[in-house]
């Protein structure tokens, strides 16, 4: 049956460090996290009536659909800039759009905005520098991927409804990742299962996240996620739990993603070819073993 294989994330009202340690952070196991804002102003505060009355200014770059780019490059250039409080009205509007905003520090500009939330101290080592917003339009998506750094993520729902399609990273051998990347080649938005026919026996987890949610996501956790109403999130960082993912992150930071990106830069078409048959190839093998064992 052409049908991902998913199941519900859990659902964790109070819980002690060492049992969140024990039971979320070693296994990485994802989880929602209804208590993580308890002592948040932001979940009241950063509506996006009042985002704009102190942001509303500043101008930001907007990104539109990965796949009007070829899917093999990850960096994407920006579709159009515009001021911050005339997106914040197309996600209010719940219009339909793919424009999103990414990676936003809007900290660095407004950085009384940091006394509404803290690092909160479920675990240590947050990596305090980098808490990140990401804004979308009701319909858009982001690409399924999992983070380069591997740094575990504590990301907060605001305004609306988002959904998050996970997959651990023992299920990598089914999802089609490209090469010297973290992304996937398929479209989880419409997923051509003639194309990518392993990914029906990946297992994974679905959960909406809602207004003041916040959802764990293990370090290495491939993420596909959909704005199902206009909205965005705040996501805090920190360190992968073992010493090895933390070098592994570094690794893909420091030395993958730059190859990758001069590779791109000095042989475009075919390095990009070569991504996108390898990823197919490599997974496609995967599933010939499979079905030979199940024959056999
Ligand atoms: O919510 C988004 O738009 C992207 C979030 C994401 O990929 C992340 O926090 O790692
Ligand atoms: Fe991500």
């Not at 206009?230 to 420091?254: D, E, F, K």
Request: aromatic share 16%; proline share 5%; with cysteine.
């Amino acid at each position: 049956m052409n049908t991902l294989n998913l199941r519900p994330v859990d659902v964790v009202e109070d819980i002690s460090n060492e049992e969140f340690y024990h039971n979320y952070v070693k296994p990485r196991r994802p989880a929602i996290l209804k208590n993580y804002t308890k002592n948040w102003a932001a979940i009241d505060k950063w509506s996006p009536e009042n985002l704009k009355k102190i942001a509303g200014q500043h101008k930001v770059k907007l990104y539109g659909k990965w796949l009007d780019n070829s899917p093999t490059f990850i960096e994407m250039p920006p579709v159009k800039e515009v001021l911050f409080a005339e997106y914040l009205d197309t996600i209010e509007s719940n219009e339909p759009s793919d424009l999103r905003i990414f990676l936003f520090n809007l900290f660095k500009l407004e950085p009384e905005l940091l006394k509404d939330f803290e690092f909160t101290p479920i675990m240590d080592g947050y990596l305090k520098d980098f808490p990140y917003l990401f804004f979308g339009c009701a319909g858009s998506d982001v690409r399924m991927h999992y983070d380069i750094d591997l740094s575990n993520v504590f990301i907060t729902q605001f305004h609306g409804t988002k959904r998050f399609t996970l997959f651990d990273q023992d299920q990598s051998k089914y999802l089609y990742k490209f090469p010297f990347t973290t992304h996937s080649a398929v479209d989880m938005a419409n997923i051509d299962f003639d194309k990518y026919p392993a990914i029906k026996y990946a297992k994974g987890y679905q959960c909406d996240l809602n207004h003041g949610e916040t959802l764990f996501m293990p370090s290495g956790i491939w993420h596909y996620i959909q704005y199902i109403d206009g909205s965005y999130s705040l996501s805090l960082r920190t360190l992968s739990p073992s010493r090895l993912g933390q070098i592994q992150g570094a690794y893909n930071v420091l030395v993958v993603r730059k190859l990758d990106e001069f590779l791109n830069k000095y042989y475009k078409n075919s390095w990009s070819d070569y991504k996108l048959k390898k990823a197919i190839e490599h997974t496609n093998e995967i599933i010939e073993e499979r079905e030979e064992d199940i024959i056999s």
